[in-house]
């Protein structure tokens, strides 16, 4: 529990913010900062194989030990970045020992307080040691709570070697957070039969379902001129994207109206001038139909915008980005049965839940290898009351070694 927690809190406060504008991978250098700390301890605990990839993945080796040859490789996956939603530089962790369910307020913003409406669960853990920042920042728990789990399973199995498991490949991806999380990693780099994401949220959690996902980005052209001169002749772009957001649905379809299956049209970003706009969207379902539905009517909005004044320019382009990790992992339900087996063995009743989002694991299992998400003890992610009970860490790294062990009885199939 001491050197998690002590992982954990250096890890948090070295900046990792991802940036989606940036074309470079990983997106942003100061990623590599953590990786660079994470390969040199790796190499002190002993792991074998330790790289940093090109492209800012962070690749190694636990040999296998006692272990029959066709045991199976499992990898352990995290994410290094943190959510370019709100500021990581500079946090300052805190502890709150054997918390006693009192509000909690933040020191740096006194106005931001963590209680039981503003952080749902946080009533229930009376008595753990809850970690938060200081009210000025994210505290950076999604990822760097899996990071620190895993690299707490890399240290345990590497200093007991009277432990018998087979090949364990660790690797901390950048990027998550901006969707690019897996694009250049290749499944003959990460080199195992079965994965798993530490990037869950509450304990307990085994996640084989995830969000299906696509991205849109809307440009609006006008007609830009003096607006001296500008009667009859200005097509205003920042009008008809205004226009085009109010025929949006604002009661449905929407991040803040919809919860359990259903899915939603999210506009996150908007820029322009009136001489040309342009809005990024996320587009989410649990369904292929659902999201084919969202994206169909996201172009007759922008069909019927254009329509409006046929001197405009609207262009619609969707693309993918992960699909909903079920529909692979159906198939062969064996990684999701031994993670709720491992849930179990550490003394806590597996929550089987998808995940309203989406991980490296969704796209890696569409790649080809079957990686389910496990619980990582983070809560309220992506915002300055964002927290983490060490308890809930310490859990997730029983239920990786009770994995370990697990697969060290299990051969591989082929695939």
């Known amino acids: 529990m001491h050197d998690l927690e002590e992982r954990f809190l250096r890890y948090v406060r070295i900046d990792t913010q991802s940036d989606e504008e940036s074309k470079s991978a990983p997106s942003t250098a100061k990623q590599l900062d953590l990786q660079r700390v994470l390969a040199d301890e790796l190499k002190t605990l002993g792991a074998q194989d330790v790289r940093i990839t090109d492209y800012g993945c962070l690749l190694a080796t636990i040999p296998a030990r006692n272990a029959p040859a066709d045991t199976p490789t499992v990898a352990f996956i995290a994410h290094v970045d943190t959510a370019p939603a709100f500021s990581g530089t500079g946090v300052v962790p805190i502890v709150h020992r054997s918390y006693d369910g009192s509000t909690i307020v933040l020191p740096d913003d006194p106005t931001r307080i963590l209680d039981e409406e503003t952080a749902p669960g946080l009533s229930q853990k009376r008595g753990e040691d809850i970690v938060t920042a200081s009210g000025t920042t994210l505290l950076g728990a999604d ?35 901006v969707g690019r999380g897996v694009d250049n990693l290749t499944l003959d780099d990460l080199g195992a039969d079965i994965a798993y994401t530490l990037d869950g949220g509450g304990l307990g959690e085994v996640t084989y379902e995830s969000f299906s996902a696509d991205h849109a980005i809307v440009k609006i052209t006008g007609v830009s001129i003096h607006p001296g001169s500008a009667i009859g002749k200005m097509v205003n772009a920042l009008q008809l994207a205004a226009r085009l957001v109010d025929s949006l649905p604002q009661y449905t379809r929407t991040p803040e109206t919809t919860s359990g299956r259903d899915g939603f049209i999210h506009l996150y970003k908007m820029t322009g001038t009136s001489a040309q706009a342009e809005l990024h969207f996320i587009l989410r379902d649990f369904e292929l139909e659902g999201l084919g539905a969202h994206g169909d009517l996201l172009r007759q909005a922008c069909e019927l915008i254009e329509a409006s004044d046929l001197r405009a320019q609207v262009e619609c382009e969707i693309t993918p980005q992960y699909r909903n990790m079920r529909y692979w992992l159906e198939k062969d339900m064996r990684p999701v049965d031994l993670a709720i087996e491992a849930v179990r063995r550490a003394g806590i009743e597996p929550v089987i839940t998808p995940i309203r ?59």
């Not at 992610?381 to 299990?410: F, I, R, Y």
Request: net charge negative; glycine share 8%.
């Open 357 to 415: 989002g989406g991980t490296d694991g969704a796209r890696l299992t569409e790649m080809g290898l079957p990686t389910p998400n496990l619980f990582a003890g983070m809560y309220n992610v992506h915002g300055p009351l964002e927290w983490a009970s060490l308890q809930d860490m310490e859990k997730a790294v029983e239920t990786c070694l009770n994995l370990v062990d697990l697969w060290a009885q299990e051969k591989k199939t082929e695939r």
């Open 143 to 177: 990822d760097k709570a899996g990071v620190a789990e895993i690299m707490e399973l890399a240290s345990y199995l590497l200093s007991h070697q009277e432990i018998a498991h087979g090949k364990i490949r660790v690797c901390f991806t950048p990027d998550e957070e």
